[in-house]
């Protein structure tokens, strides 16, 4: 089967042409194209994604990334089984445009002939694991997976006992993981996103240098709470004298420069303390269900540390991660979770004919 995707929840603008064939009952995937219009820059100046701005750019964006997926010949011939595009979660003007433009190609370009899907772009980060370079992956010894979405809005620890068996168990009660990077960024004076620039900062920092709060981490339930670890690190940097007492987000009153010192210390021990309770969590969920795998998807997945605290706490237990062009938000996992969604036959997230989303 072969799959046409759109992707707009955010700030990036994605197509993608996937096609997926069954082995052994497991589905092997092979993009056959996956094109990302970014508006990273655009956002930057603003320190977090503008919602209007993150729409006009979409509908500035959509029609010249169509024009170019039309020069693919399987398009171009309308050798196209599924049409899928993400209703959410997400910024609801920035899902507007792609699910209007997707209604709009379905009509006139497939004259209806193929079925339009609606995805939950979590459910694409969480197959995300299944864009694996082409690769037959080795099924008989994955289940039950243990997923953990970690990106930008979401922050979800689940488990799958077969593939299309998901149950959520925890998740974040308040800032999601991947927000609280870009938080603590701007503290540090670092632009949007923060979690790749953090990352890096942290390599040449000394993560026992401030010691910060692992939230949650002893509680026994497998949510997770960011809001006070960023409230942490602004109170440390109040101490220092670096930010001043009446400091608030929007009103920027620093005192004094940030050194770059401070930076790579507090983006190693932020980092770790922000893994602590995913990595203990993950640990103990692991053995609870007696998991044999653990997937993880989302822009944070990007981040090597990750999987490499993982890797360590959980020894033979494999620990899967999409390549990093499939950790930040692309359309090819939204045609893996609109085939999942298909094949297993369960109710299509509905797309409203005025392009509203609702799930
Ligand atoms: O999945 P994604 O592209 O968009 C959402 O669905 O939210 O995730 C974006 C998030 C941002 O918060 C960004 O700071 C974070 O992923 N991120 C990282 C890294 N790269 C991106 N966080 C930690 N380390 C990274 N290397
Ligand atoms: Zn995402």
Redesign the pocket.
């Known amino acids: 089967m072969r799959i046409l995707a759109i992707e707009t929840?955010?700030d990036?603008t994605s197509f993608a042409v996937v096609s997926i064939e069954e082995h052994a009952g497991f589905p092997v995937v092979m993009v056959e194209k996956n094109i990302v219009a970014s508006q990273i820059a655009l956002h930057a100046p603003f320190g977090g994604v503008v919602p209007m701005l993150a729409k006009r750019e979409h509908i500035k964006n959509l029609p010249i990334l169509w024009k170019e997926m039309q020069k693919i010949p399987e398009v171009r011939d309308k050798k196209i089984d599924l049409l899928a595009v993400t209703v959410g979660p997400?910024l609801e003007p920035a899902l507007w445009t792609g699910i209007q433009f997707a209604q709009e190609i379905h009509k006139d370009f497939f004259e209806e002939k193929i079925h339009l899907v609606g995805v939950n772009?979590l459910e694409g980060?969480l197959y995300s694991f299944l864009l694996t370079e082409n690769k037959k992956p080795k099924t008989e010894n994955m289940f039950p997976m243990i997923s953990l979405v970690v990106?930008?809005?979401?922050t979800i620890l689940g488990v799958l006992e077969s593939l299309t068996k998901y149950t959520k168990l925890g998740e974040t009660l308040d800032d999601?993981?991947?927000?609280s990077?870009?938080k603590v960024?701007r503290l540090l004076d670092l632009p949007y996103?923060?979690?790749?620039l953090?990352?890096q900062l942290a390599k040449e920092g000394n993560a026992q240098a401030i010691a910060l709060p692992h939230p949650m981490i002893h509680q026994k339930n497998y949510n997770f709470s960011y809001a006070g670890l960023k409230t942490a690190v602004l109170y440390y940097l109040k101490s220092q004298g670096v930010i001043s007492q009446n400091f608030s987000p929007r009103a920027v009153a620093k005192k004094a420069k940030i050194s770059e010192q401070l930076q790579k210390d507090l983006s190693a021990s932020f980092q770790d303390a922000a893994f602590a309770p995913i990595v203990a969590k993950t640990s103990r969920v692991v053995q609870e269900y007696g998991a044999r795998s653990v997937c993880v998807g989302?822009?944070?997945a990007?981040?090597?540390k990750l999987p490499e605290l993982l890797k360590e706490k959980l020894g033979d237990v494999s620990v899967v991660v999409p390549p990093f062009a499939y950790?930040?938000?692309n359309a090819a996992m939204i045609a893996v979770a609109g085939y999942m969604r298909y094949i297993s036959k369960k109710k299509p997230y509905p797309i409203k004919a005025d392009g509203t989303m609702s799930i």
């Open positions: 929840s955010c990036e997400g772009h980060h990106s930008g809005g979401h999601a993981v991947g927000e990077f870009d960024a996103p923060g979690g790749p953090i990352e989302g822009g944070v990007a981040n090597k950790c930040q938000d």
